[in-house]
T-cell receptor, first 110, second 112 residues
């Protein structure tokens, strides 16, 4: 049970920002929120993760709602290479077990 | 930088045969995870190891077993293969818990 809900698909134009939403209304206080993406024919790739505060790295930003029941992955300027399936994952407990649910397939148009 | 190495990349087996998939984690990583991804499906967690001990178990069939060795590499052993076992098998490694996991390129297993 992935316990997260994401849109099946989203579309964006190249060089535009993309906001990928995720609902995790039953999240517990110790669950981290991870985002991974999977390009065609490749293994999943780590994007970003956070607990309570908003997070930024070279790939993306993660905005976490104050009640932690939802989060948004922000790609500031989409490129064609960002076309992938994006997974929002709750990781509970130690050892970082990742339960993948049905992610969001992002299409990026030139 | 060194990545997670999986071998073989492709494997074709007949029904009821056995298969062994190998995973070499990133140096110094102490945690290994195995995932199965069927055609058009999302990755399903099978099993994980931390410091050579099984740390968690997911939807791994009883016909499958895995272990992590003293050099931290891991092997997934699959017996009595069925057509439904045809899938991509990913291994991932991380350093400790709650750190980012790095995935290998996967082993594509085809059971005929």
């Amino acid at each position: 049970d992935a316990k997260t809900t994401q849109p099946n698909s989203m579309e964006s134009n190249e060089e535009e920002p993309v906001h990928l939403p995720c609902n995790h209304s039953t999240i517990s206080g110790t669950d981290y929120i991870h985002w991974y993406r999977q390009l065609p024919s490749q293994g999943p790739e780590y994007v970003i993760h956070g607990l309570t505060s908003n997070v930024n790295n070279r790939m993306a930003s993660l905005a976490i709602a104050e009640d932690r029941k939802s989060s948004t992955l922000i790609l500031h300027r989409a490129t064609l290479r960002d076309a992938a399936v994006y997974y929002c994952i709750r990781a509970s407990g130690g050892y970082n077990k990742l339960i993948f649910g049905a992610g969001t397939r992002l299409a990026v148009h030139p | 930088a060194a990545g997670v190495i999986q071998s073989p990349r492709h494997l074709i087996k007949e029904k009821r045969e056995t298969a062994t998939l190998k995973c070499y984690p990133i140096p110094r990583h102490d945690t290994v995870y195995w995932y199965q991804q069927g055609p058009g499906q999302d990755p399903q967690f099978l099993i994980s190891f931390y410091e050579k001990m099984q740390s968690d178990k997911g939807s791994i069939p009883d016909r499958f077993s895995a272990q992590q060795f003293s050099d931290y590499h891991s092997e997934l052993n699959m017996s009595s293969l069925e057509l439904g076992d045809s899938a991509l098998y990913f291994c991932a490694s991380s350093l400790g818990d709650n750190h980012e996991a790095f995935f290998g390129q996967g082993t594509r297993l085809t059971v005929v």
